[in-house]
């Protein structure tokens, strides 16, 4: 299916006035971070629920706040729901909307990069339990999705390179052309071409529903979306870097382990690192094998001595690889002297 046709069919709009799309009878949930800098006070017809967004609050009381404030506004079963936000925003009210009264519709206006290219793609939505990240959720299509890049133009240049690191990671698992794209254009910093986001960004929507339209409920091929996150959410827990910067050196390290198995031919390892220091990801941190490794002997694609590893076998091509823990930590060894 080509890539105007499978945004059809999952009902993705990309436009420049978000509010054209929705219906006037929506129940709007919104980001008070984005109802503030986006002044959408004079959205004064729907009926509006403002959520503070943060890990912490993405939690069931946040959850059930937001169901006795859909009370309160006699929401029903007839009702729509629209989160308008960040992925944190996107995740809490896709559960609210796929469980209250068993489940109403669904509009999301995603408002950060990453929230516009994967938190509000694919379906998945999440809560926090007891620290322990989207612990509960569910997997259900959202009804509409709507693009507006006008919301990137407040984003925090750290928030924004954060999205970049997903936009990396989908072209340098699918698709080449993109990669290529952006090595040689400037998308952003000091500023984002919001004109020119609308393509990168349709093109990783697009990418990113290929796969879940093979694999909704991740058996297989979904798992290529993890390319770099194996090693990314240890170091996220070890070092408390944001996801995107942890992303972008789970995808170094994972390019060299691929370099170094004889998967993927040698150079892409540079280019991967060119496009970190492009879209402001670079960090210079010393892995510690005996930190990190601990945190990864708890991942859930681990199998004995062994763990289901995301490596490229070619620019735009990835493969689900087993390699063992001791290669794991002489990889991390090695970079540790780079
Ligand atoms: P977020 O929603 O917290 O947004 C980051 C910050 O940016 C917040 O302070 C928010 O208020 C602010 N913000 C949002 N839009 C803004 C705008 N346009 N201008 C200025 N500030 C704005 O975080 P995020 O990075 O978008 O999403 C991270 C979350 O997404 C995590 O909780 C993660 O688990 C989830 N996620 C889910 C999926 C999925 O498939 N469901 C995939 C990836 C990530």
Do not use: W
Request: proline residues 2%; negative net charge; aromatic residues 8%.
């Amino acid at each position: 299916m080509g890539d105007i046709d499978l945004i059809k069919k999952y009902n993705i709009v990309l436009t420049d006035d978000f509010r054209r799309e929705l219906s006037a009878d929506s129940i709007l949930i919104i980001d008070k971070n984005v109802y503030n800098l986006h002044n959408l006070k004079n959205i004064d017809s729907h009926r509006v629920i403002l959520f503070e967004a943060s890990e912490e609050n993405k939690t069931l009381s946040a959850y059930a706040e937001i169901v006795e404030k859909l009370l309160d506004i006699e929401a029903d079963r007839s009702s729509e729901i629209v989160a308008i936000g960040g992925g944190i925003t996107c995740d809490l009210v896709a559960f609210v909307a796929s469980t209250f009264l068993r489940g109403v519709k669904l509009t999301l206006v995603p408002t950060t990069l990453l929230a516009m290219c994967d938190a509000a793609i694919g379906g998945k939505n999440g809560l926090n339990f007891q620290g322990a990240k989207n612990i509960i959720g569910n997997i259900r299509q959202p009804n509409k999705i709507v693009i507006d890049t006008r919301f990137l133009s407040t984003l925090p240049e750290e928030i924004l390179s954060d999205g970049f690191a997903e936009v990396i990671k989908i072209s340098a698992t699918c698709d080449a052309t993109l990669f290529e794209l952006l090595e040689s254009e400037t998308f952003a910093f000091p500023n984002v071409d919001l004109i020119a986001m609308r393509e990168v960004i349709r093109r990783a929507i697009y990418l990113k529903l290929q796969i879940v339209a093979e694999d909704e409920f991740e058996a297989g091929k979904r798992r290529i979306l993890n390319f770099g996150h194996t090693l990314a959410h240890a170091i996220e827990a070890v070092y408390g870097l944001s996801h995107g910067r942890a992303v972008a050196l789970g995808m170094q390290f994972a390019v060299r382990l691929s370099e170094i198995e004889g998967i993927a031919p040698k150079g892409i390892a540079p280019r991967i690192d060119n496009l970190v220091s492009k879209y402001k990801l670079h960090k210079i941190i010393k892995l510690q094998a005996d930190k990190i490794l601990p945190y990864m002997l708890k991942d859930k694609k681990r199998e004995k001595d062994f763990i289901y590893f995301v490596a490229l076998s070619a620019l735009g091509k990835a493969e689900i690889t087993l390699i063992s823990f001791t290669l794991l930590e002489e990889v991390l060894n090695a970079l540790h002297h780079d």
